[in-house]
Nanobody
């Protein structure tokens, strides 16, 4: 069953924090790679952070040191802790899963996507 549900988005002021969650079905959570992507209006969807089965992670340069990707295996849940948020972090955030033995922020590697959760950061 393909099932990814994001939550935790909202509106915050610059400098604030949010924690996004992505609840996954067992099949989804068995993915080789899970990632967070975001898309602002008029812009392409971009990779924010990824985590592989071996717990190796990647981050976009724009979020390094501010965002942390993690997962809870007992709850089949993926997280994205976002600190020191900036207005340019605003957008719809999506979680995604990939099964191709590669883990990067290239969205073509991902097979299933959630519906997204909106993040708005005001200055």
């Amino acid at each position: 069953q393909a099932h990814l549900v994001e939550s935790g988005g909202g509106s915050v002021q610059a400098g604030g924090s949010l924690r996004l969650s992505c609840a996954a079905s067992a099949f989804m959570y068995s993915a080789y790679c899970m990632g967070w992507f975001r898309q602002a209006p008029g812009k392409e969807r971009e990779g924010v952070a990824t985590i592989a089965k071996n717990d190796s992670t990647t981050y976009a340069d724009s979020v390094k040191g501010r965002f942390t990707i993690s997962h809870d295996n007992a709850k089949n849940t993926l997280f994205l802790q976002m600190n020191s948020l900036k207005p340019e972090d605003s957008g719809m955030y999506f979680c995604a899963t990939g099964y191709r033995g590669l883990c990067s922020r290239d969205r073509s590697l991902y097979d299933f996507w959630g519906q997204g959760t909106q993040v708005t950061v005001s200055s």
